[in-house]
């Protein structure tokens, strides 16, 4: 299928964020900031990355830019170094009204392997073609990153033994069978708070821009009412009015929020023939909604406990912690999370 794994290193880049939309504009803006770009300093081909996660309705939410051997500032242009990441690749060589297709097959091939993506892809702009990029999530790294934080390493080679014979080819069924397998073994060595702490912490990365807004949100409100639970009244209000959050306003009850997200396809939801059937057109986890009922512990779910855990603590600047109150583990429809604020808020 011409899908390729990359490693790709740290990289200056310089990038403007703007909205589009449609896609025509992006060369546009490239062709605008190469007037700014000294030539010299460009290192690559130029690119932009699409932001899952955004505010944006109309159009999309982008940051366009170029590599560079050095850091470039001007009006228009902000510099910055963008990490390490790993991705599956595929270069686009037909017409621009069947990119769509390969994204499909890109993601499909991702979805069939178990493999998660980021909260962003990037397009790269080749002389032979658009190369689509599907940024992979380190899952794994970042499970072994916070085992070894939280129950050293010793404890950490044990939950994660048989993890080395995972690769990208790896097959979805076998990437489930592991990572069932390891909460199993969580379960019997970490208590409740380190379970959640471990597997919180591997949730995908909500983008500081829209915690940003959060925290602005809350102190604005704080500093004007000298008053923390209508700050976070405040930003319940703002989760509702902006449609980066998705799903229903948060119900805040005293000092717990409980949150629960949108079905991921709300069509196979509404149309769903059994609850198994809707339970899996709610799940956002490929691993978890293509073997549904196939006994995955419920402790999993900690991991998406850990995107509230994200949003409150980037708002508040103190640690929260989250419950897992209802989950399609557990046979339930949706899932639900209670986020207890501290009581000293």
Request: proline share 5%.
């Amino acid at each position: 299928m011409d899908i390729e794994h990359k490693k790709l290193t740290e990289t200056i880049v310089a990038t403007v964020r703007r909205t589009v939309k449609q896609r025509a504009e992006i060369k546009d803006v490239l062709d605008e900031l190469a007037q700014e770009v000294p030539g010299e300093t460009i290192a690559g081909a130029p690119f932009c990355i699409f932001q899952f996660v955004t505010s944006v309705q109309d159009g999309y939410d982008v940051e366009i830019g170029f590599p560079v051997t050095q850091k470039v500032e001007t009006g228009t242009l902000k510099s910055r170094v963008l990490p390490a990441m790993d991705v599956l690749s595929i270069v686009h060589r037909d017409p621009p009204e069947k990119l769509g297709e390969t994204y499909g097959r890109l993601y499909g091939y991702a979805e069939e392997h178990g493999i998660i993506s980021d909260e962003f892809c990037r397009e790269v702009y080749l002389d032979t073609g658009v190369e689509i990029q599907f940024v992979i999530h380190r899952w794994n790294d970042r499970l072994a990153r916070n085992l070894d934080r939280i129950l050293g390493q010793e404890v950490k080679q044990v939950v994660m033994q048989g993890s080395d014979n995972l690769g990208i080819e790896s097959s979805a069924d076998d990437r489930f069978r592991w990572v069932k397998g390891m909460v199993e073994r969580l379960n019997g060595l970490a208590d409740e708070p380190q379970k959640y702490d471990i597997l919180s912490s591997c949730a995908h990365v909500c983008p500081p821009r829209q915690i940003t807004k959060l925290k602005t949100v809350y102190e604005e409100a704080k500093a004007s009412t000298q008053d923390a639970m209508q700050a976070v009244d405040a930003v319940l209000d703002f989760m509702e009015s902006d449609p980066g959050w998705g799903g229903e306003r948060p119900l805040r009850d005293g000092h717990v929020i409980y949150s629960a997200k949108s079905p991921r396809d709300p069509k196979g939801y509404q149309d769903a023939k059994d609850a198994l059937e809707r339970r899996r057109a709610y799940c956002y986890c490929p691993l978890v909604r293509n073997h549904m009922g196939q006994g995955m512990p419920t402790t999993f779910c900690y991991c998406g406990a850990g995107w509230y855990r994200q949003q409150w603590e980037g708002a508040i600047g103190r640690p929260v912690t989250v419950e897992i109150v209802k989950s399609v583990l557990k046979g339930d429809e949706v899932c639900q999370f209670a986020l207890q604020l501290p009581e000293d808020l």
